[in-house]
């Protein structure tokens, strides 16, 4: 299983950003995706997870009403639409797989992608 995330950037407060998470060599319909973040000093954080087969998703608080989470099954690819961005979003997010229903803790990911950075100026 490789996933690659990618899609971040520098972007003022209040923007927008979407990352996408590209998965591939495997079938994912069993899979549930989420997305994680870590700021310098901080543990890593959950964000958003799906589940790849029935698109049920999973936020964090700090993220409902401002992140969206998608799939694309023909391209085997997740995104994070990320709106009304503030400056406590900066960190390097993280796209994880596992072959499992949706969870919020990074333990229970078993696959990760290289991590993207997103910096959010005030």
């Known amino acids: 299983v490789q996933l690659q995330a990618y899609g971040g950037g520098l972007v003022q407060a209040g923007g927008s950003l979407r990352l996408s998470c590209a998965a591939s060599g495997r079938t994912f319909s069993s899979y549930a995706i989420g997305w994680f973040r870590q700021a310098p000093g901080k543990e890593r954080e959950f964000v958003v997870a799906?589940?790849?087969?029935?698109?049920?998703?999973l936020y964090a608080d700090s993220a409902k009403g401002r992140f969206t989470i998608a799939r694309d099954n023909a391209r085997n690819t997740v995104y994070l639409q990320m709106n009304s961005l503030k400056p406590e979003d900066t960190a390097v997010y993280y796209c994880?797989?596992?072959?499992?229903?949706?969870?919020?803790?990074?333990?229970?990911?078993?696959?990760w992608g290289q991590g993207t950075q997103v910096t959010v100026s005030s």
């Open positions: 799906i589940s790849w087969n029935t698109g049920n998703t």
């Open positions: 994880a797989a596992r072959s499992s229903r949706r969870s919020s803790s990074y333990r229970d990911y078993d696959y």
